[in-house]
């Protein structure tokens, strides 16, 4: 019996597609992690093949122990979701993953319109580690032990991400009536 989901997605998670898709894709993922680089694209594929019939949902999972800078890339990204542009910082972070120290943050979040005064800032203070930290205990009590790890309709997806097997899986998902 696969794992399941123990935090349900509400609003304050991150989302594309529309709320009421009938199947909802959760990563747990970590921005210094290479495997959820390589995932991104595949990802990416995936909700264009499958259009409004996907959410997906990003969480963060930073494997501190293995990737130094995984919890502060987490919380400029939070601070950027703020300013209702997660999305753009999850791109800008997975291209930029081999440089993720502090400044090239604050830099990031200028480039994408943060005034850098206040990407300093709430990297300092640590503003959104609590937020990020919710992620992760929400993840590890779901049974995420890795990154990337994915969840189709709160049940934690066993098998292979790569696109074919992804795309078969969320289609699998589908309401009868929803297939294409």
Same mark, same amino acid.
């Given at each position: 019996m696969s794992a399941r989901l123990r935090v349900p997605v509400d609003e304050r998670d991150h989302a594309l597609g529309p709320?009421?898709?009938?199947?909802?894709?959760?990563?747990?993922?970590?921005?210094?992690c290479p495997h959820c680089? /390589?995932?991104?694209?595949? !990802?990416?594929?995936? #909700?264009?093949?499958?259009?409004?019939?996907? /959410?997906?949902?990003? /969480?963060?999972?930073?494997?501190?122990?293995?990737h130094p800078h995984a919890q502060h890339a987490a919380e400029i990204a939070e601070l950027a979701?703020?300013?209702? /542009?997660f999305w753009e910082m999850h791109?800008? #972070?997975?291209?930029?993953?081999d440089a993720l120290e502090d400044e090239d943050l604050i830099g990031y979040a200028g480039d994408i319109?943060?005034?850098a005064s206040r990407a300093a800032?709430? #990297?300092?203070?640590?503003?959104y580690a609590?937020? !990020?930290q919710e992620d992760f205990m929400g993840g590890a009590r779901s049974g995420v032990n890795g990154t990337p790890t994915f969840f189709i309709n709160g049940v934690r997806h066993d098998g292979s991400?790569?696109?074919?097997?992804?795309?078969?899986? #969320?289609?699998r998902a589908l309401p009868a009536s929803s297939r294409p």
């Open positions: 709320a009421d898709a009938p199947v909802t894709l959760v990563e747990y993922g970590d921005f210094e680089r /390589r995932a991104r694209p595949i !990802v990416a594929s995936v #909700l264009r093949q499958l259009g409004h019939s996907v /959410r997906f949902v990003f /969480r963060h999972f930073p494997l501190t122990q293995i979701g703020e300013e209702g /542009r791109e800008v #972070l997975f291209e930029n993953q319109g943060i005034e800032s709430a #990297l300092r203070s640590h503003a609590e937020r !990020v991400w790569d696109e074919a097997t992804l795309v078969d899986a #969320l289609q």
